[in-house]
Nanobody, 130 residues
Framework: QLQLVESGGGLVQPGGSLRLSCGAS????????VGWFRQAPGKEREGVAC????????HYARSVKGRFTITRDNAKNTAYLQMNSLKPEDTANYFC???????????????????????WGQGTLVTVSS
């Protein structure tokens, strides 16, 4: 069974940092383009950051560019999202996704319907508040 499990969310003050992790089980992550999506109550799902299979290409939403960094460690079958300079508007459920068919990071970060992707996790809640 393909599974992604996120961790690392929590409550942080504005300006603070968090590092999210996404562990894969049941499959080898290095064959997949990986991304982090987020969804806040009453808002549409947004592709935040995506990374290619092996050459390190990345894509970021304009709202997080310069503050968030996506990385992956294929040896550990894990992807990460380092979030710095957090703002209240970053509050959302963050979940990772992976797909073996989508060829580009921009394509994955366009946030296609989850049902069209190979696997996605349940998410970890990030709350930015003082």
């Amino acid at each position: 069974q393909l599974q992604l499990v996120e961790s690392g969310g929590g409550l942080v003050q504005p300006g603070g940092s968090l590092r999210l992790s996404c562990g894969a089980s049941g499959f080898t992550l290095d064959h997949y383009v990986v991304g982090w999506f987020r969804q806040a109550p009453g808002k549409e799902r947004e592709g935040v950051a995506c990374i290619s299979r092996s050459d390190g290409q990345t894509h970021y939403a304009r709202s997080v560019k310069g503050r968030f960094t996506i990385t992956r460690d294929n040896a550990k079958n894990t992807a990460y999202l380092q979030m710095n300079s957090l703002k209240p508007e970053d509050t959302a459920n963050y979940f990772c996704v992976a797909d073996s068919v989508i060829q580009t990071v921009a394509g994955l970060c366009s946030a296609p319907p989850l049902g069209t992707l190979d696997v996605w996790g349940q998410g970890t809640l990030v709350t930015v508040s003082s």
